[in-house]
């Protein structure tokens, strides 16, 4: 028996508005890394944050290993049969189904060339051990290697939002929900973790992302959309999801200065532990109406970072607490019990630490994903 499940995939979300938020005559490259065979794809693009139609030209999907391609393995991905395909503002496609052997660990590449000035607009940042992407200048979809004097790599991933494979029925995907810390690397390590197995790790995050509140200027637009215009929209579209894991709630907390501070960020925005509770009891409302079993993570230490107060950091311990107590969610997984030092409760163990205090280092990434491996395993 067979069924398509989600074998990769990021959030959609708001890219940074700068002057050069156009761009034409563009090939952007993924580098995908099956974690179990598959006989058939589908790709599924969004333009859900665009104001205007994006086209994209060109797709290719073939073998690859970094900047190459087998060229023997390529095959043009169609939409309703054509090449191109146009995707309206606020919406997205999936591609028609093509055939594809996958296997675990063999790395694809997914090319898509845009030939005409596109407002680059649909896309999300991300970074980590499997997450690598390339842009050059021209259609390279079909070149083998990219060309070292045309090609940039990226760590935004633009329109391409999630590859389906049709894959035996015992797979399954694990999707990870969350902000920075999480569009950062410990989903990857946890896809390493589980490479070769029937679990595929699918992430929805998107840096600066909150749980109740979003912003409306273009100062920090590109800090993402809100729970309640962002959860559903996100799980919905993973294909053979039986669990979610939602670790989020920290820039509901730090981000709140004062107006006299930012403008943009006045105190009126703190929420208080419970209305932060509330905010995941409706994610997990919405989880259980698509069968997905519901794991909470913990906050992590905020010791040290540039916003810290006493106050904040009594929020977070309450938000914690509650998470711990929660009984509306099946589970939760303790990411702060394992980060945090023994001598400092507030700050993260030694080497845990990016150097900012709010960001985990590699090492503690690794952490965070042997600990959620416990959870979904």
Known sequence: ?????????????????????????????????PPFKGSRIRLHFSNFCGTEP??????????????QIDTDSLKEVVFSGKQSVTIEAGQELFSDVLTFDLQPKEVIAVSIYLKDFTLMRSGVVVTGPLSKGFFSVGDTTKISPLPLDYTRTISTYYFLTGIDALTDDT????????????????????ALKCMGGNTAIIRRAASGTRILREYKCITYESYGLCGKNRFEREISTVSGADTVIIQQGIND?????????????????????KELEEGLKFYAGIAKSYNLKVLLGTLLPIYGWRTYAPFREELKNEFNRLIRENTFADGYIDFEKYLCSAENPFAFKQGFDSGDHLHPSESAYKQMAETAYGGIM
């Open 253 to 273: 907390i730090i981000h709140p200065v004062g107006e006299e501070v930012n403008p943009f960020r006045p105190m009126s925005d703190l929420p208080t532990a």
């Open 1 to 33: 028996m067979s069924k398509w499940v989600t074998i990769w995939g990021n959030a959609t979300s708001v890219a940074e508005h700068r002057p050069e938020t156009y761009a034409k005559n563009i090939t952007l490259r993924y580098l995908i890394t």
């Open 171 to 190: 797979n399954r995907a694990v999707i990870c929900y969350g902000d920075s810390i999480t569009s950062q690397s410990w989903p990857d390590y946890l």
């Open 54 to 67: 994006v086209t994209l030209n060109a797709v290719t999907v073939a073998a690859a290993t970094d900047r």
